[in-house]
């Protein structure tokens, strides 16, 4: 059984139609810092999970669909001083940073602002609303990725 996620991206950086237009559709997911989140990828990924392409920063809202294509390896950008997510902590030899590959599934015709994921009945306890919530991965349940999903066709 497939799981679902969130995965939280600045579109200014890396959008939903940077995806799509890639070599296969397909990405690693690297540059993620925050422990809980690389533990997500790292420990519960798998092939065939499905992903909430969600777009943070400007208009946040939940802009397609993504699924896993490559579980869990270690995330080389950790490693280049000249890259934007380098920690000296992590070697080759010893990572602390993992990724996945994700591919485009679908652009949502109709994104999903935030403001409705918040007042839409069966999301109140989505991680992605709860206060405080900064993480840039996190699961969802099947129900909350179908809710989503059917606000994006309404």
Known sequence: MPKYWLMKTEPGCFSIDDLKALPDSTSPWDGVR????????RDEMRMGDKVLFYHSVTDPSVAGVAEVVRESYPDHTSWDPEDSHFDPKSTPESPRWFMVDVRFVTKFD????LRVLKATPGLENMELLRKGSRLSVMPVTEEEFSIVCSLAEA
Do not use: I, L
């Not at 109709?110 to 602002?113: D, E, K, L």
């Open 34 to 41: 925050n422990y809980q989140a690389r533990n997500f990828m």
């Open 110 to 113: 109709h994104p999903v602002p």
